[in-house]
């Protein structure tokens, strides 16, 4: 689940929760 964090834009920042450095 590593690309989840490339593919995680600011619309998904809300379902991506271990991408929240990636969602300013």
Do not use: G
């Not at 590593?2 to 991506?16: H, M, P």
């Amino acid at each position: 689940m590593a690309r989840a964090k490339f593919l995680c834009d600011a619309e998904r920042c809300i379902e991506c929760n271990a991408c929240v450095t990636a969602c300013k």
